[in-house]
């Protein structure tokens, strides 16, 4: 079974700054996807980013970006110029190619940004 | 216009009681799922259902019936209600074929006294 874990359960960065999240993930699969989702105090699932196994490119989306190193089985987020606004919750997410849909969550982490 | 919807948002109830929750989708999805956020903030899958047909079912109590009348609508049924089911209930969908991304319902906050 796949697993995901998320060691930092906070973390806190001063506005403008850049943040890194750390996650890693345990699976046999190759071919599979991997998630960042942000929950903000509203507790809505909101999707940041995405990056599929099969691609060397790291993910970017504006101020987003990955570190997806699959031997390691690591998937980082960059926050950069972090704004006010992405104080959330934050959680990584396993999902398998093919067959079960289901996404794996690590146990989420909780960023504060400081003005 | 709101891509996944759930009703309601907040549900409180007494221990022993049924009750459900509703969760409809107009992205023309194939897959729902339900997910469990418990006090700590984990996320776990509880049942998937892919054009009706359920596909994902992690070990739930029998107590919990998802139940889909038609592919844009999942609702969840939960008999004899316990403490330990008060949660955030979370509905998502996606579309099938390659694994895209899961969009996220507003979630219901299910507290049993």
């Known amino acids: 079974a796949q697993t995901v874990t998320q060691s930092q359960p906070e973390m806190s960065v001063q506005e403008a700054e850049t943040v890194t999240l750390s996650c890693t993930y345990d699976?046999?699969?190759?071919?599979?996807?991997l998630f960042w989702y942000k929950q903000p105090p509203s507790r809505q699932m909101i999707l940041v980013i995405r990056q599929e196994a099969y691609k060397q490119q790291n993910a970017t989306e504006n101020r987003f970006s990955v570190n997806f190193q699959k031997a390691a089985k690591s998937f980082s987020l960059k926050i950069s110029d972090s704004q006010l606004g992405d104080a959330a919750m934050y959680f990584c997410?396993?999902?398998?190619?093919?067959?079960?849909?289901?996404?794996?969550f690590g146990k989420g982490m909780k960023l504060t940004v400081n003005p | 216009d709101t891509a996944v919807s759930q009703t309601p948002k907040y549900l409180v109830t007494q221990m022993g009681n049924d009750k459900s929750i509703k969760c409809e989708q107009n992205l023309g999805h194939d897959t729902m799922y339900w997910y469990k956020q418990d006090s700590k903030k984990f996320l776990k899958i509880m049942f998937s259902?892919?054009?009706?047909?359920?596909?994902i079912n992690e070990t739930v109590p029998n107590r919990f019936s998802p139940k889909s009348p038609d592919k844009a609508h999942l609702n969840l049924h939960i008999n004899s209600l316990e403490l330990g089911d008060s949660a955030v209930y979370f509905c998502a969908s996606s579309q099938e074929a390659s694994f895209n991304e899961q969009f996220f319902g507003p979630g219901t906050r299910l507290t049993v006294l």
């Open positions: 699976t046999s699969e190759s071919d599979y996807y």
């Open positions: 997410a396993y999902g398998s190619q093919g067959g079960s849909e289901k996404l794996v």
């Open positions: 259902y892919n054009n009706k047909e359920l596909i």
